[in-house]
């Protein structure tokens, strides 16, 4: 019996240390201690994708508020500012539908790609924290039923992966 509230004893003493370093993950990163917020610019689309503008805006919204580092604000009270651009959607056939001996079909495997150029800036001074900066994210599809939806799916999903390194290469750039 002494030997098992001994045990919980050190295990409660433990946890208590490792919660007290004072290490926190995601929060803050390796910012800037001045650039605490920023703000996304409405992102232009130099492609024929429909809508890609909407999904990448969304998808770097939603990594700026899972990450931590930074605040979404508004573009008059941020203290940096995100300009993107989409330069290209390309779609790449990776494998073809075929029949497997007439019983088992697979259906055509797509690779969709998109290059997002960005910078960001300190409004009112027009200083650049980063200039010329790339990403890409890729996604691969399959065209089961709805090519629209699947296509749809896999630009979210490319935009996902771009705005991640989008946000990555922000918040630790310093």
């Known amino acids: 019996m002494r030997c098992k509230i001994f045990v919980w004893v050190m295990i409660c003493c433990l946890l208590c240390f490792v ?7 995601g929060v803050r990163g390796m910012m800037h201690p001045q650039i605490k917020s920023i703000a996304i610019a409405p ?8 809508l890609a503008s909407d999904v990448m805006r969304m998808q770097l919204a939603g990594q700026f ?4 580092a930074l605040k979404l604000k508004r573009l008059s009270q941020a203290d940096c500012v995100i300009y993107a651009t989409i330069t290209s959607v390309k779609n790449s056939t990776l494998e073809d539908a ?6 088992t079909y ?3 495997k797509f690779r969709l790609k998109i290059e997002v150029k960005y910078k960001v800036v300190i409004p ?10 790339t990403a890409t994210g890729n996604a691969t599809y399959e065209i089961l039923s709805d090519p629209a939806t699947a296509r749809s799916s896999a630009l979210k999903f490319a935009c996902y992966h771009a ?3 989008i946000v990555s290469q922000i918040t630790e750039a310093w």
């Open 19 to 25: 919660t007290g370093c004072g290490y926190k993950i």
């Open 43 to 50: 992102i232009h689309n130099n492609t024929l994708e429909p």
């Open 65 to 68: 508020q899972s990450d931590g």
């Open 98 to 103: 075929s029949f497997d001996g007439g019983v």
């Open 106 to 108: 697979t259906p055509e």
């Open 124 to 133: 009112g001074s027009g200083t650049m924290l980063l200039n010329n900066a």
């Open 163 to 165: 705005a991640k390194k």
